[in-house]
């Protein structure tokens, strides 16, 4: 279970989060939609402290803190319970798939070099990219380096995956690879919360969908409900807008 009260975050004096309350299941997947710039990114990245909130309480699984005086040891903590997925890849061009994979079971988990390596080339399997765990992301396109991105995810067994708009930075041609890659491990009921603009998606995959706008979550519910019968006329003005 994954528990969040009272999330806050400002840039600038502007609140760009403003008190989320959430509650998400275990195997349950969220997907946040929402106008740009109303704080989709903000939470995901307050939700591992990429972002560091300043009010709030977060539990994932057995590690609760609260925001406004996590120490470091507690947000370390947190982070080993999560796994994100960046827009633009975030990999370290200088490693291999491979390597990239291994890099966060060595260094944040504490798994032996041999055991990261089998687990790397098994998740390169189930991801397509057996053939390519010796490429340097340099020479992979971008779809094939956003698939090792959730490889790495996946290599990490978190209790919550985060997806921030996976597919934004990926030509139309790749999108469809990566997007099939997440319903895969949709399938196997990880927990998933997921920003993403891919409306046709978002019915798919989602078993609650939220709409956020001025840093709140305005409107949630089932796909259909959310897509099929809004009933906030921000909402219903921004499916309308993505309609013509």
Do not use: C
């Amino acid at each position: 279970m994954i528990s969040i009260r009272g999330l806050s975050k400002s840039f600038n004096g502007t609140a760009v989060l403003d008190g989320i309350d959430l509650d998400i299941a275990a195997g349950e997947r969220v997907v946040v939609i929402g106008p740009s710039g109303t704080g989709k990114s903000t939470l995901l990245r307050s939700l591992n402290f990429l972002d560091r909130p300043e009010e709030g309480l977060i539990r994932i699984g057995d590690v609760m803190l609260d925001a406004a005086d996590a120490s470091n040891a507690e947000i370390l903590a947190l982070r080993r319970r999560t796994a994100f997925v960046f827009q633009n890849y975030a990999l370290f061009a200088n490693r291999t798939a491979k390597e990239n994979i291994m890099e966060a079971l060595v260094t944040v988990q504490g798994v032996p070099k041999p055991d990261a390596e089998r687990r790397a080339l098994d998740v390169l399997a189930e991801t397509g990219l057996a053939d390519k765990a010796d490429s340097y992301p340099a020479s992979l396109s971008g779809g094939q380096q956003q698939r090792v991105g959730i490889g790495r995810a996946m290599a990490l067994g978190a209790e919550l995956m985060l997806f921030d708009e996976p597919t934004s930075a990926l030509d139309p041609e790749w999108v469809g690879e990566v997007l099939d890659l997440m319903r895969r491990v949709a399938e196997h009921r990880q927990t998933m919360l997921i920003v993403t603009h891919e409306m046709q998606f978002a019915r798919e995959i989602a078993d609650r969908v939220l709409f956020m706008e001025g840093g709140r979550i305005v409107e949630q519910g089932p796909p259909e409900q959310i897509f099929g019968a809004p009933r906030d006329p921000r909402l219903q003005r921004f499916l309308k807008r993505l309609s013509q």
